[in-house]
Every structure is written in C-alpha cells, then in structure tokens.
Nanobody, 128 residues
Framework: VQLQASGGGSVQPGGSLRLSCADS???????VAWFRQIPGKEREFVGA???????????YYANSVKGRFTISRDSAKITVYLQMSSLKPGDTAVYYC????????????????????WGQGTLVTVSS
C-alpha cells in the first residue's frame, strides 16, 4: 500500500476543496481516515470511511468538521475523497490520509495507532 494525498491548496474562507487519497497499489483498505496537523500540535482526526462488513461503508467525522466535510470513495472503493466546504481559517493544516485493512471499532477510529499506512500529506491554507 502506498498512499498519495493530493488536492491541497490555498482557498478563501467559505471556499471549498476536494482532497484525494489514492493507493498506487490499487489495494482495497477497509478503513481509510483523514487526519490533519499544524506545527507544534498532535495529529487531529478529521473523519473516516469504514467498511461495515456487509457491503457498505459508513463515514464518521470529528465534531469540528461535521456538516462541512464529506468523505466518499470512487466506484472501485479504492480512492477516497475528502470534500471540504465552508472552510475556515482554523481548517488550515497539513492533511494526511491513513489506511488499514482492519475495521477498528468506531470508538478508536481517531487513534493514529490504528492505521498501518500513511500518505505524505497535502497542505490546505484557508486565508483571506
């Protein structure tokens, strides 16, 4: 698994961006998450797409982005997107995607140790 996060850039407050997380090995990962980090702070959970074992995916979000960010997968269920809307300056960070073949319980999806693979990060800057 080799994850590549892309789509970052600069945007004004209220704007939108879509990030992509692609696996060059085209490997299906049961759980793919997005985290973000600003210098001097710990990596923060943004949201996750988790296969429920029954043929469908469920999405989970941090309270800080709920209603503004949406996670989805492409038709092959391999590339994962993070659609970000109504962006705020506080959303400025380096965004990372992470993946695992496991299905962690929902309560630990925000734990960085649950993920086996990480992308290189893409910078999102929200500023006027």
């Amino acid at each position: 698994v080799q994850l590549q996060a892309s789509g970052g850039g600069s945007v004004q407050p209220g704007g939108s961006l879509r990030l992509s997380c692609a696996d060059s090995g085209r490997t299906f990962s049961s759980t793919v998450a997005w985290f973000r980090q600003i210098p001097g702070k710990e990596r923060e959970f943004v949201g996750a797409s988790r296969w429920n074992g029954g043929g469908a995916f469920n999405e989970y979000y941090a309270n800080s982005v709920k209603g503004r960010f949406t996670i989805s997968r492409d038709s092959a269920k391999i590339t994962v997107y993070l659609q970000m809307s109504s962006l705020k300056p506080g959303d400025t960070a380096v965004y990372y995607c992470a993946a695992t073949s496991r299905r962690p319980v929902v309560s630990v999806l925000s734990n960085v140790d649950m993920y086996d693979y990480w992308g290189q990060g893409t910078l999102v800057t929200v500023s006027s």
